[in-house]
């Protein structure tokens, strides 16, 4: 973690996750927009007269007072500025939720410097779920915020996906069903692809909103509106690069397949 010039300062940040700490205390995993990923131990927060509990649950963005101790920092005061009550009221919502902040928690590391565009990253996406309104049908509705998540997060940790020439020959993509491969981080073309193993097929409707949500605002991109099947196909393509590059298959995508089931 940064040095800090003060022994107590403010910060801006996100609940990740929390866990029990000693008899009455909560360890806070926070990513924040002044320090990065940080863990702060909130005192007494289990106590049912503590003032701090409800401020510190996953989702909420909070402000906090913090200070240094002898081996963490440690939570002083909180104010919550948004809590995005939403996305605790409905079990969608609650699920890709958790998936936004698992994958930054799984990408990111304590000690790393500042990434307010990160930070802002995070909150807009939590906002953008909580807002939705369709509740006939969230999970379609939820499809376009999480992609745009999911790339944008990628170009933040330096993972940005090869689009549009391919990853073998450097020629450009044309508008024709291509592969993918994880190992290489893009697209293969289909005189590439010939014979290789381990690729995935990526059909042109695919392919075309991916790059549309790479290379557009949220504005622009929320203007689409791919069929089911290109949806359903879009998401195995990203679940199964994050899968790659983390080394490891996240939780919250498990959960909610069993919701759809």
Same mark, same amino acid.
């Given at each position: 973690?940064?040095?800090?010039?003060?022994?107590?300062?403010?910060?801006?940040?996100?609940?990740?996750?929390?866990?029990?700490?000693?008899?009455?205390?909560?360890?806070?995993?926070?990513?924040?927009?002044?320090?990065?990923?940080?863990?702060?131990?909130?005192?007494?927060?289990?106590?049912?007269?503590?003032?701090?509990?409800?401020?510190?649950?996953?989702?909420?963005?909070?402000?906090?007072?913090?200070?240094?101790?002898?081996?963490? @920092?440690?939570?002083?005061?909180?104010?919550? /500025? &948004? %809590?995005?009550?939403? $996305? =605790?009221?409905?079990?969608?919502?609650?699920?890709?939720?958790?998936?936004?902040?698992?994958?930054?928690?799984?990408?990111?590391?304590?000690?790393?410097?500042?990434?307010?565009?990160?930070?802002?990253?995070?909150?807009?996406?939590?906002?953008?779920?909580?807002?939705?309104?369709?509740?006939?049908?969230?999970?379609?509705?939820?499809?376009?915020?999480?992609?745009?998540?999911?790339?944008?997060?990628?170009?933040?940790?330096?993972?940005?996906?090869?689009?549009?020439?391919?990853?073998?020959?450097?020629?450009?993509?044309?508008?024709?069903?291509?592969?993918?491969?994880?190992?290489?981080?893009?697209?293969?073309?289909?005189?590439?692809?010939?014979? @290789?193993?381990?690729?995935?097929?990526?059909? /042109? &409707? %695919?392919?075309?909103? $991916? =790059?549309?949500?790479?290379?557009?605002?949220?504005?622009?991109?929320?203007?689409?509106?791919?069929?089911?099947?290109?949806?359903?196909?879009?998401?195995?393509?990203?679940?199964?690069?994050?899968?790659?590059?983390?080394?490891?298959?996240?939780?919250?995508?498990?959960?909610?397949?069993?919701?759809?089931?």
């Amino acid at each position: 973690m940064p040095e800090t010039k003060f022994r107590s300062f403010r910060v801006e940040a996100v609940v990740l996750r929390h866990s029990d700490y000693g008899e009455a205390d909560r360890l806070l995993t926070l990513y924040t927009r002044q320090l990065g990923k940080a863990r702060v131990l909130a005192k007494g927060a289990r106590k049912i007269a503590s003032r701090k509990a409800g401020h510190i649950e996953p989702f909420t963005h909070v402000k906090m007072q913090l200070a240094k101790g002898k081996d963490m @920092l440690i939570l002083t005061q909180a104010d919550t /500025v &948004d %809590a995005y009550l939403p $996305l =605790r009221e409905d079990l969608i919502l609650t699920s890709q939720a958790s998936y936004v902040l698992e994958l930054l928690d799984r990408f990111t590391y304590e000690g790393e410097t500042e990434n307010p565009a990160t930070f802002r990253l995070l909150t807009d996406t939590l906002a953008r779920l909580a807002s939705i309104s369709d509740a006939s049908s969230p999970l379609s509705a939820t499809w376009l915020v999480i992609r745009y998540y999911e790339m944008r997060l990628l170009d933040h940790m330096g993972f940005r996906p090869q689009l549009v020439q391919c990853v073998n020959c450097g020629r450009e993509i044309k508008a024709e069903d291509q592969f993918f491969s994880f190992r290489a981080g893009g697209v293969i073309c289909p005189r590439c692809g010939q014979g @290789l193993k381990h690729l995935h097929n990526i059909s /042109v &409707d %695919a392919l075309k909103y $991916l =790059r549309h949500f790479q290379r557009s605002s949220y504005a622009e991109a929320s203007r689409s509106r791919p069929g089911a099947e290109v949806q359903r196909e879009t998401e195995a393509i990203m679940q199964g690069y994050f899968t790659y590059l983390l080394e490891r298959e996240l939780n919250t995508p498990g959960f909610l397949k069993k919701i759809k089931a």
